[in-house]
């Protein structure tokens, strides 16, 4: 009885893990709000929006992000 749980957590883990199958990635290589190259300002910020995975050069364009996100999400589309 112990292994079907086991084996139940791990592929829930597992799932988790990847992020989910439906999430596009993000494939440029500069942030979505100030077109900074990622890494410049220290370790990029990943977020996931909707199926839609994004990456940031820092914090606070996460937050400037969120109060538009429509307007940034056009540069990908």
Same mark, same amino acid.
């Given at each position: 009885?112990?292994?079907i749980p086991t084996l139940l957590s791990a592929a829930v883990l597992a799932s988790c893990a990847t992020g989910g199958s439906n999430v596009k990635p993000y494939l440029a290589?500069? !942030?979505i709000v100030t077109d900074n190259k990622l890494?410049?300002?220290g370790t990029p910020v990943t977020k996931v929006y909707g199926d839609q995975e994004v990456k940031f050069? !820092?914090?606070p364009c996460v937050a400037k992000f969120e109060k538009?996100?429509?307007r940034y999400l056009k540069?990908?589309?």
């Open positions: 009885m112990k292994k290589d500069t !942030c890494g410049s300002m050069c !820092c914090k538009d996100p429509q540069k990908i589309q």
